[in-house]
């Protein structure tokens, strides 16, 4: 099992950055395929970037390509969203997920998840 705390979220103007933070423990961490999701009020969880054990796999979500960068560093048990050029609809809980085996942008295909952080972009 792999347990994961976000940070880094909070509040912003739109046009700014924020990097979010995701530190795993109890488990290899550089065995999991890991991911970034979001979910706004009333709306569901879903899917903002992922990234392999490896780092040369990497989806992103439509509407963050070009303005979100998610990387790891497995020394440090640690994946991160940089995120630019926020948007008041990139407001929501963003949440880091694990899962084994290979990359997918499916919310129910990751099996451990953060606590998740809150991001607000102001406009």
């Known amino acids: 099992q792999v347990q994961l705390v976000e940070s880094g979220g909070g509040l912003v103007q739109a046009g700014g950055s924020l990097r979010l933070s995701c530190a795993a423990s109890?488990?290899?961490?550089?065995?999991?395929?890991m991911g970034w999701f979001r979910q706004a009020p009333g709306k569901e969880r879903e899917f903002v970037a992922a990234?392999?054990?490896?780092?040369?796999?990497?989806f992103y979500a439509y509407f963050v390509k070009g303005r979100f960068n998610i990387s790891r560093d497995n020394a440090k048990n640690t994946v991160y969203l940089q995120m630019n050029s926020l948007k008041p609809e990139d407001t929501a809980v963003y949440y880091c997920?694990?899962?084994?085996?290979?990359?997918?942008?499916?919310?129910?295909?990751?099996?451990?998840w953060g606590q998740g952080t809150q991001v607000t972009v102001s406009s």
């Open positions: 109890g488990d290899t961490f550089s065995s999991y395929t």
């Open positions: 997920g694990a899962k084994t085996g290979v990359i997918t942008v499916r919310v129910n295909g990751y099996d451990y």
């Open positions: 990234i392999d054990w490896s780092g040369a796999a990497i």
